[in-house]
């Protein structure tokens, strides 16, 4: 059994950056994070391997970066360039041994 506590979240205005941070209390495969607009379904946003390989989702590309730190068991999430649209509950993800793991969430709300 893994947790996932995210960190981090909050309101920024347009065009603003924010980090969030994932702390999982074990070892992890893939680590990484998943966003869930209000009304909309749960999408994909970035992942990052064991072995370190990093993917974004095309409508993040450029703007954010995941990072790990495989010493403290944790990942983050640098979002920079925000929009509107950006706004979701983002939640972290695990996989250990094939079984997937989610934090509780942490809103990202962008706004003026």
């Known amino acids: 059994q893994v947790q996932l506590v995210e960190s981090g979240g909050g309101l920024v205005q347009p065009g603003g950056s924010l980090r969030l941070s994932c702390a999982a209390s074990?070892?992890?495969?893939?680590l990484g994070w998943y966003r869930q607009a209000p009304g909309k379904q749960r999408e994909w946003v970035a992942l990052?391997?064991?072995?370190?390989?990093?993917s974004h989702a095309n409508s993040v590309k450029g703007r954010f970066t995941s990072s790990r730190d495989y010493a403290k068991n944790t990942v983050y999430l640098q979002m920079g360039s925000l929009k509107p649209e950006d706004t979701a509950v983002y939640y972290c993800?695990?996989?250990?041994?094939?079984?997937?793991?989610w934090g509780q969430g942490t809103l990202v709300t962008v706004s003026s």
């Open positions: 993800y695990g996989d250990v041994a094939g079984r997937a793991y």
């Open positions: 074990g070892r992890a495969d893939t």
């Open positions: 990052i391997t064991s072995g370190g390989v990093t």
